[in-house]
């Protein structure tokens, strides 16, 4: 059931087990490369572990899934700060603010 995998991955992360997340997660984007949520946690899982480049991938195709995804806005920007896009997160910010 990819909704119980989800749930499996979100509850790994918080757990700070995010090789474990990981590899749920991926499977689930595989499987199913337009899931939403899956796309989602991958790019925090991705996050979390210092990896941006590939959290920036997930969410990026995340907000393709639904542009108007105020948390997904919210994960982008705090990726660009990292990667050091001040104008991207700035821009997702303000988006992000709008839509919620």
């Not at 995998?5 to 997660?25: G, P």
């Not at 499977?27 to 991705?46: D, E, K, M, N, S």
């Amino acid at each position: 059931n990819p909704l119980r995998q989800l749930e499996e991955a979100e509850r790994l992360r918080l757990e700070a087990k995010l090789d474990k997340a990981e590899s749920i997660c991926g499977g689930l984007v595989r499987r199913h490369p337009y899931y939403l949520a899956a796309l989602y946690t991958l790019g925090l899982i991705y996050f979390d572990k210092g990896n941006f480049e590939k959290a920036l991938d997930c969410l990026t195709r995340a907000q393709m899934c639904d542009p108007a995804d105020w948390r997904t806005l919210t994960a982008l920007a705090l990726t660009y700060l990292r990667l050091g896009a001040h104008a991207m997160a700035i821009e997702a910010l303000q988006k992000a603010s709008d839509l919620q």
